[in-house]
């Protein structure tokens, strides 16, 4: 088991920035894939971006990339998400999850373990 808790949403105007965390604790995440995916009110959940790991590759929906940076800290546990040239079309809830697939998926539907979602709400 995983558990997860994300933190560092708010309400921010566009074109601003903002830093998600997600702190994993339970079964070690060394070898897994952790990633995050939102959700806006009306829309299915989306992947936005993900690093495995072991050797800290990432691999970025192309919506958000160039302004969405994932990254990890070892020592930590913890995921991060920067966020920067926020849109409105950003706002949604944010959520951290961790796959033991072990492939390069872009599926929620292979991620295991999903925290409890931070709220980003991006106003023009």
């Known amino acids: 088991q995983v558990q997860l808790v994300e933190s560092g949403g708010g309400s921010v105007q566009a074109g601003d920035s903002l830093r998600l965390s997600c702190v994993a604790s339970?079964?070690?995440?060394?070898?897994?894939?952790m990633g995050w995916f939102r959700q806006a009110p009306g829309k299915e959940r989306e992947f936005v971006s993900a690093?495995?790991?072991?050797?800290?590759?990432?691999y970025s929906a192309e919506s958000v990339r160039g302004r969405f940076t994932c990254s990890r800290d070892n020592a930590k546990s913890t995921l991060y998400l920067e966020m920067t040239s926020l849109k409105p079309e950003d706002t949604a809830i944010y959520y951290c999850?961790?796959?033991?697939?072990?492939?390069?998926?872009?599926?929620?539907?292979?991620?295991?373990?999903w925290g409890q979602g931070t709220q980003v709400t991006v106003s023009s």
């Open positions: 999850a961790v796959t033991r697939a072990g492939v390069l998926t872009r599926s929620a539907a292979d991620f295991d373990y």
């Open positions: 339970g079964r070690s995440v060394s070898t897994l894939i």
């Open positions: 690093i495995t790991w072991s050797s800290g590759y990432t």
